[in-house]
């Protein structure tokens, strides 16, 4: 593995510290067209749900890890894969020439989850940007087969504060239109993140850390929000999203109105008004680590009976 592509470590809030570490196990998964794609895996109990994490769009499924080890050790098995383009995934950063790739690629995931775990509850979990794939993708047919018993969105993106000015957008435009590769900065500055400074730190440092993309990246990832917009009236399993009230990146009004129009009765929302984008990097990130732990035990009780 190259040297940009090693993580540093991941700082331990104190808030979730004391514990024994989740059983957290490297591995590789493959995609639909060959490619090997990077993925952490925490192994729990085989009577407790599995639960399937998607990152952010610059981040990487190591920013989930204490969360992910703090619900590993609840009893869940948490799968986090790093988006094709991300992470510690080979190959062009933060490029892809169509949506459906990333479909794809998630399909293909939860499909080997489903064959490795066939009679447990199947959890699909998504943050920021990864919340619109896990929308998205739920709108896929062969996913019905895969029965997924749950949606949690944390701080999804659905409807976004941040853009880039109009001269970008007309660059951005000029560059898909030519085929261009011209890289183009993601228009949020680390402190968005969190008012945490160790994991202010982190970030900045952070050499997996997705800082720049492609202008097809760009519209193709409109294409993804646009599916996650509309596919929200026609959401009909269990859903529970959990927004922060400092939010500099998603506009939570807009994402409310949005969590309105979900048709399903079993949905819920809440919103921690003390935080910044990342709840996993908060100060306070143990009462959202047992309002998402409770919420996962209540959905595996009920779909045992």
Known sequence: MSKEL????????MALAGSKPGRL?????????GTSLF???????????????????EGHGQWFEQTASYLNRVGFTVYAPDRRGSGRNAGVRGDIA??????????????????????????????????KLAVAVLQEPEVDKMVVSGLVLITPAI????????????????????GSKRRFKLPIEVDMFTDNPIYKEFIERDPLRLTEVSASFLIESLKVSKLALEAGARLQ?????????????????????????IPTADKEMYVFSWSEHCL?????????????????????????Q
């Open 6 to 13: 090693v993580e540093i470590p991941l700082p331990a809030p």
């Open 25 to 33: 196990k490297a591995s590789v998964t493959n995609a639909a067209d």
């Open 39 to 57: 993925c952490r895996t925490w192994q729990g109990d085989s009577s407790c749900p599995a639960i399937i994490y998607l990152h952010g769009i």
């Open 98 to 131: 169509s949506y459906r790739q990333f479909l794809d690629d998630l399909k293909a995931l939860l499909a080997t989850v489903r064959k490795q775990q066939p009679d447990v509850p199947l959890i699909l979990m998504g943050s920021c940007w990864g919340a």
């Open 159 to 178: 409807k976004t504060l941040v853009d880039v000015d109009l001269i970008t957008k007309i660059k951005i435009g000029w560059s898909w239109l030519t």
């Open 237 to 261: 399993l269990p859903v529970l999203v959990l927004a922060a009230g400092r939010d500099r990146i998603v506009d939570v009004a807009g994402l409310e109105d949005w969590f309105e129009r």
């Open 280 to 304: 996993d990097f908060d100060e306070h990130v143990q009462e959202y680590a047992r309002c998402l732990s409770k919420w996962l035990l209540a959905l595996g009780k009920e779909s045992k």
